[in-house]
């Protein structure tokens, strides 16, 4: 399984962006498709997850932003960044948490997309 994100870059303050994380390989089934994010000297923090019920959840310093969503047919998942501002600057992490076999939930990772938002 393999993920592969796209999307970052640099943006002014109050700018928007949008991410795309695919999820390839041999995949029983998706339980949830995420985004977090690192800042620097920071620890790595949810910024939105959506399960594969429909719930999702968003973290509050994004809420009103920021909007996730699928493409359950293709494997995707986006973030949808509006509004941004300087303190979002950070490296986005594709979480994705799946099966390839019936029964066993397995977590991975996207190798991380940089958004840099100046002032």
């Known amino acids: 399984v393999q993920l592969q994100a796209s999307g970052g870059g640099l943006v002014q303050a109050g700018g928007s962006l949008r991410l795309s994380c695919a999820a390839s390989?041999?995949?029983?089934?998706?339980?949830?498709m995420g985004w977090y994010r690192q800042a620097p000297g920071k620890q790595r923090e949810l910024v939105a997850r959506?399960?594969?019920?429909?719930?999702?959840n968003y973290a509050d310093s994004v809420k009103g932003r920021f909007t996730i969503s699928r493409d359950n047919a293709k494997n995707l998942v986006y973030l949808q960044m509006n509004t941004l501002k300087p303190e979002d600057t950070a490296v986005y992490y594709c979480?994705?948490?799946?099966?390839?076999?019936?029964?066993?939930?397995?977590?991975?990772w996207g190798q991380g997309t940089q958004l840099t938002v100046s002032s």
């Open positions: 959506m399960l594969i019920t429909g719930t999702i």
């Open positions: 390989g041999s995949i029983y089934n998706i339980n949830h």
């Open positions: 979480n994705v948490g799946l099966r390839v076999v019936p029964g066993r939930l397995e977590n991975y």
